[in-house]
């Protein structure tokens, strides 16, 4: 398997950080006929998926060679304060309470034992994925350094995991009525409370969610 641009990853606390790479190949397989990155996945509510069911999905990469992407409104009981301490990245005094107490999502069940994150570019990582000029995916840690010394983005999503399909999965998925797609829109993910975000971006569908169905629907 060909090495990914992506090749450090977050490692969770008491697991050696060894690298991985979740985007092997993916960089460097075609688009597919339907491409979902920056697109949402939206569980439908017929979905009784114990991991997905209720979550919204932000697609980073989608291509010949699969599906990556972040669940962004399941959160897990660790907070960015517990994550720097427990992988001992000291905090810059004054640092905004509202970034430290920002809880870690789940992302998906794909290696997660890992970390990842969701952020708006910047500064240059050396292991990062720009999605668009207002999402970025990065596995290495300097993120994290950057963020604890007080220079790192300030809007910015942590999950453990990710979300991934093979080739075809997810478009069999969607056609079986377990997703709405819709175009991402970065407040959803960055902005809004983790409570809202499902409503959110079913209205980005331009419906209101008391009106969803289970019938398939994309945007």
Known sequence: MKKSKIDQSLAVPGLPPEPIDPLASLHVAKPPAL???NHFLIAMPSMQDPIFGGTVVYVCEHNDNGVLGV?????TDMTMQVLFERIDLPLQAGLDSAVV???IMFGGPVQDDRGFVLHTPGA???SSLTVTDQVAFTTSIDVLEAVAAGTGPTRLL???GYAGWSPGQLEDEISRNGWLTVAADPRVVFDLPIEERYTAAIKLLGFDPLMLTTEVGHA
């Open 71 to 75: 669940v962004i409104n399941k959160p």
């Open 35 to 37: 491409n979902l990155a």
């Open 124 to 126: 240059q990582y050396s």
């Open 101 to 103: 107490d920002e809880p």
């Open 158 to 160: 942590v999950s453990i």
